[in-house]
Structure formats: structure tokens, C-alpha cells
């Protein structure tokens, strides 16, 4: 059964940068799409940015466009998200996910979820 865990969250200041990573097992991320989605304190989750299984299709959300960059291993079966420029608003928990995505933004086409990790931009 796969599982996804997710790294690389922390602290950092306006303008810093991090890299997120999601690490699978149980099973292969091959062929599947993965994505980040995020959540803030109040809102609801939204899609950041998701990355097709089958050719280079990309997709981000308007907010992070220019900003963000989504990238996977196979080998290693691991999907990142390298994060530039962080904004305040940007903080919030930050979950990978994997699954047929068929319309890469939308949540439901994932069934399988990290557990998070924090992000958090503050001076």
C-alpha cells in the first residue's frame, strides 16, 4: 500500500526559500500523479502546485506561479516542491498526495496523503 511522507517544512522568512519533499514506499509512484496542497489556519485546502505520471504536464495555482517549482524522481520515488520567494501568506500546512489525477488540480482525484508539514513564514 503506499505511503507518502513529506520533509523540508520549517520557519523562514519573507523572501527565503525551502524545499519540501515527499518520499513514497509501499509501492511505486510510477504512472501516478502527484501534488501538493496546502492548508491554512480558517481555509480550506487548495491545490499549490501538481505534476502529471504519465509526460511533463505541470500545473500551479496562480498564487505560486513563478514562485514554485514541482519536480519528481522515479528512482528515487520522491516528489519535491522547491519554494522561492515565500510570502506570509504562503504559510500553512503543505500535504503531498498521489493518485490517478486525471484533472491535475483537483483534490479528489488523489486518494492516497501525506500527513503534512508545517510552513511557515514569519520575520
Known amino acids: 500500500q503506499l505511503q507518502l511522507v513529506e520533509s523540508g517544512g520549517g520557519l523562514v522568512q519573507p523572501g527565503g526559500s525551502l524545499r519540501l519533499s515527499c518520499v513514497a514506499s509501499?509501492?511505486?509512484?510510477?504512472?501516478?500523479?502527484a501534488g501538493w496542497f496546502r492548508q491554512a489556519p480558517g481555509k480550506e485546502r487548495e491545490g499549490v502546485s501538481c505534476i502529471s505520471g504519465i509526460d511533463t504536464t505541470t500545473w500551479y495555482a496562480d498564487s505560486v506561479k513563478g514562485r514554485f517549482t514541482i519536480s519528481r524522481d522515479n528512482a528515487l520515488n520522491t516528489v519535491y516542491l522547491q519554494m522561492n520567494g515565500l510570502k506570509p501568506e504562503d504559510t500553512a500546512i503543505y500535504y503531498c498526495?498521489?493518485?490517478?489525477?486525471?484533472?491535475?488540480?483537483?483534490?479528489?482525484?488523489?486518494?492516497?496523503w501525506g500527513q503534512g508539514t508545517q510552513v511557515t513564514v514569519s520575520s
Open positions: 498526495a498521489a493518485g490517478l489525477g486525471r484533472t491535475l488540480y483537483e483534490a479528489s482525484e488523489y486518494d492516497t
Open positions: 509501499g509501492s511505486t509512484l510510477d504512472f501516478l500523479a
